[in-house]
């Protein structure tokens, strides 16, 4: 059994992929939502039932730890496709800057919701300010980015991107209820993830391959790592680590991809983005005394 604070670097590894999602995603080109989705899941899958060859038991292994209740299938592949069906809706009916704001709650009410957890040792105020700071770093992010205007015109998407950040929140507390679940599974989830995310690209958007080695590269990326094997460290940091942590540790994946769309030259850098920084440091240092029992 892996050890709790190894669990949650492990969990820690997951947000550092997330914060390649937005490079590679811009890399891959104009490849529509939905088709992207179903590219990079049905990856990340294989990728995971690969590793089944590598292991202990291997195949068949694997293929058991696939054998599980309905409610634990609802619960892998409504957080999975869910939320990505929810976020990719948010996009649609609602400017990005906005839907990405609202859609970053998800890390807060991870901490919040991590209370009612039998065993996680109660909220501490510290995880709760180490939160709010962090939410802070990602609204003044965002602000530098531009200005904000909430239209009554795009409710609904609004709507989506809170239901997704509810969604993601409730998947990751609620796969440490079911923590006798293999990590394994991961893999089933994230292969009926593309189908049903192939079924949404057949009947709302229009084909676009990637273009070039390049964007077929990003898409390979994304799939193996963002959208791959991130699910795999997370599921074991949700089910064995520090949750608390994780979620306020989880504001970092924002800040970390806006510093590598500036490495990489596809955004400028901005006195803001030290601020933000500057915030989800001291919130991440703030909870990870309240873990060790300090604040």
């Known amino acids: 059994m892996i050890a709790s604070s190894s669990a949650t670097l492990v969990g820690c590894g997951a947000i550092l992929l997330w914060s390649l999602l937005a490079l590679f995603t811009a890399a891959s080109g104009t490849v529509p939502p939905f088709q992207l989705a179903a590219m990079t899941f049905a990856l990340g899958g294989l990728v995971g039932c690969a590793s089944w060859l590598a292991r202990r038991g291997g195949v068949a292994a694997g293929l058991a730890a696939l054998r599980q209740p309905w409610p634990v299938w609802a619960l892998g592949v409504g957080g999975l496709f869910g939320y990505h069906a929810l976020y990719f809706a948010a996009l649609r009916l609602a400017p990005p800057a906005e839907a990405g704001l609202i859609n970053y709650l998800w890390p807060l009410l991870i901490v919040l919701f991590s209370a009612r957890l ?17 939410l ?86 994304l799939g193996l790592g963002p959208v791959g094997a991130a699910f795999y460290l997370w599921d074991i940091g949700c089910k064995r680590g520090d949750i608390r942590l994780l979620g306020v540790a989880a504001y970092a994946a924002p800040v970390l991809s806006t510093l590598i769309l500036v490495a990489s030259g596809y955004a400028a850098a901005t006195p803001v983005l030290g601020i933000a920084c500057a915030l989800i440091v001291a919130g991440a240092l703030i909870a990870l005394r309240a873990s060790r029992g300090v604040g």
């Open 118 to 134: 039998p065993g996680a040792g109660g909220l501490r105020p510290g995880h709760l300010v180490g939160a709010l700071l962090g």
């Open 136 to 221: 802070a770093g990602v609204v003044v992010l965002f602000l530098g980015r531009g200005a904000f205007r909430f239209d009554d015109a795009a409710l609904p998407g609004y709507a989506a991107s809170l239901a997704a950040a509810f969604v993601w929140a409730g998947y990751s507390v609620l796969s440490r209820r079911v923590g006798t679940v293999p990590t394994d599974a991961v893999a089933g989830f994230c292969l009926a993830t593309a189908a049903l995310s192939l079924a949404c690209h057949r009947v709302w958007e229009t084909t676009t391959w990637p273009e070039g080695a390049l964007q077929w590269a990003a898409v390979v990326a």
